[in-house]
């Protein structure tokens, strides 16, 4: 990799602005000074320093949000704000955007990452990512409700679902159920409830595959994946067909 995309990519700048850092004699590699963008490095053997300090260069990044409703997971919108608008700066600098989507009055666990091929395999309807999620519905949910999502449900579309996991928690006026799917198709858990006659009014999404939102994480709030967690995930994706 080029010492000036690798400086820029962590956030010393423009190619422009990195290339001035360079030409002033700030960057060093191996001990040696470097003062011409083009000198190739290899991020995980060399040493790179600008002004004495080490460059910790690193090419993915991994976050658990716990997204708040009213915001949208995607990465740009001119009317609306994004889950990428919640990031710091230093978080924006390698690019991550959300793996797949929660509606936008949706809240719970999300995942950003900058990582396209672990995106690719947890959305991947090959992989049967189970997602398992909260809600509260405006109805009783009953045990022919449970069986009808075991056998799967014919949406609006005439699609007909793989089947889900309904667990009722408490039954009433108003209802508090866990979801469990492996599916992520539009709208889908408000869909399948509509299917059956009832409505979703709270949602939020409690895991996905093995990662389960941090309880400690306010909405709004994020962090990064533990190596546990991260190790977890991969051997969970390994083991998926």
Do not use: W
């Amino acid at each position: 990799m080029r010492i000036d995309k690798l400086l820029a990519n962590m956030g010393y700048g423009s190619r422009k602005d990195v290339k001035k850092i360079l030409k002033s004699g700030k960057v060093s590699v191996n001990g040696v000074t470097v003062k011409e963008g083009k000198c190739h490095v290899n991020p995980d053997v060399d040493a790179v320093e600008v002004m004495g300090e080490e460059v910790d260069y690193r090419k993915f990044i991994y976050i658990m949000m716990n997204k708040p409703p009213g915001v949208i997971s995607a990465t740009e919108d001119m009317r609306n704000e994004t889950v990428i608008d919640l990031l710091r700066d230093q978080d924006m600098l390698l690019k991550p955007f959300p793996v797949g989507r929660l509606d936008k009055d949706t809240e719970g666990l999300l995942l950003l990452t900058n990582d396209g091929q672990l995106a690719h395999q947890l959305l991947s309807p090959k992989k049967d990512v189970p997602k398992t999620y909260f809600a509260v519905i405006d109805s009783p949910v009953t045990e022919e409700d449970v069986e009808a999502f075991k056998n799967g449900v014919i949406l609006d579309d005439g699609y007909r679902t793989k089947s889900g996991e309904l667990e009722i928690i408490k039954s009433g006026t108003y209802s508090d159920i866990e979801l469990t799917i492996t599916e992520g198709k539009f709208h889908q858990v408000k869909r399948m409830f509509e299917a059956v006659g009832k409505k979703v009014i709270y949602l939020k999404r409690l895991s996905m595959g093995p990662l389960a939102l941090d309880k400690n994480l306010d909405l709004g709030e994020y962090r990064e994946l533990t190596d546990k967690e991260f190790t977890k995930l991969t051997k969970y994706l390994d083991k998926q067909k």
